[in-house]
């Protein structure tokens, strides 16, 4: 059974840094792609940055790219979101999720994430 587990979430001051965990079970990174994304009260779900399996691509939402790094360790099947100069527009639920349809790091469609984890909140004010 596929799992992913997010935490590392909290409340931080505009200008800090959190890093996300996303623990996965079931499959190991070289399986799938994993995709971050967000999704604020109000707001649609948005694609923050993704890796594929083979690790060496990546790809960021405009809203991360030079904030962002998505990062992961394949001994501890886990991906990384180091997130930096955080702003208070970054507030959200992120979660993670593996696409297991297309295999693809993808951010722009959802269709081929069909195993997501439950998400953790971030939320940056002072």
């Known amino acids: 059974q596929l799992q992913l587990v997010e935490s590392g979430g909290g409340l931080v001051q505009p200008g800090g840094s959190l890093r996300l965990s996303c623990a996965v079970s079931?499959?190991?990174?070289?399986?799938?792609?994993i995709g971050w994304f967000r999704q604020a009260p109000g707001k649609e779900r948005e694609g923050v940055s993704c890796?594929?399996?083979?690790?060496?691509?990546?790809k960021y939402g405009d809203s991360a790219k030079g904030r962002f790094i998505i990062s992961r360790d394949n001994a501890k099947n886990t991906v990384y979101l180091q997130m930096n100069s955080l702003k208070p527009e970054d507030t959200a639920v992120y979660y993670c999720a593996a696409d297991t349809v297309f295999g693809l790091c993808v951010l722009k469609s959802f269709r081929g994430y069909d195993s997501w984890g439950q998400g953790t909140l971030v939320t940056v004010s002072s």
């Open positions: 890796i594929d399996s083979s690790g060496g691509n990546t």
């Open positions: 079931g499959f190991t990174l070289d399986d799938y792609s």
